[in-house]
């Protein structure tokens, strides 16, 4: 079982900037994938963005062009790097890593919030 947990959600004015983070208790080498799922208030969860072992990565087309994924083996983190934001990006941000065994673990979310 591994432990995430995220942080550097907060509130950002509309076209502002905001870098999510998930560390994980332990490594993260062994997962098969990791992701980042938002919740918005009356909405189901969705997926955001996600990268494979391999480097492969997805996005949402809403959030294409504006939302960057990446990972640090060393720090055991996943990032989301969100830039131009708006206020329909406004959710509860949620990390989630698969294991090769295709067993998820979530975090418990962390808040952004875009104003107009």
């Known amino acids: 079982q591994v432990q995430l947990v995220e942080s550097g959600g907060g509130l950002v004015q509309a076209g502002g900037s905001l870098r999510l983070s998930c560390a994980a208790s332990?490594?993260?080498?062994?997962?098969?994938?990791m992701g980042w799922h938002r919740q918005a208030p009356g909405k189901q969860r969705e997926l955001v963005a996600a990268?494979?072992?391999?480097?492969?990565?997805n996005y949402a087309d809403s959030v294409k062009g504006r939302f960057t994924i990446s990972r640090d083996y060393a720090e055991n983190t996943v990032y989301l790097q969100m830039d131009s934001l708006k206020p329909e990006d406004t959710a509860v941000y949620y990390c989630?890593?698969?294991?090769?065994?295709?067993?998820?673990?979530w975090g418990k979310g962390t808040l952004v919030t875009v104003s107009s």
């Open positions: 989630r890593m698969t294991t090769t065994y295709g067993i998820d673990s």
């Open positions: 332990r490594s993260i080498f062994s997962f098969r994938a």
């Open positions: 990268i494979t072992s391999g480097g492969s990565v």
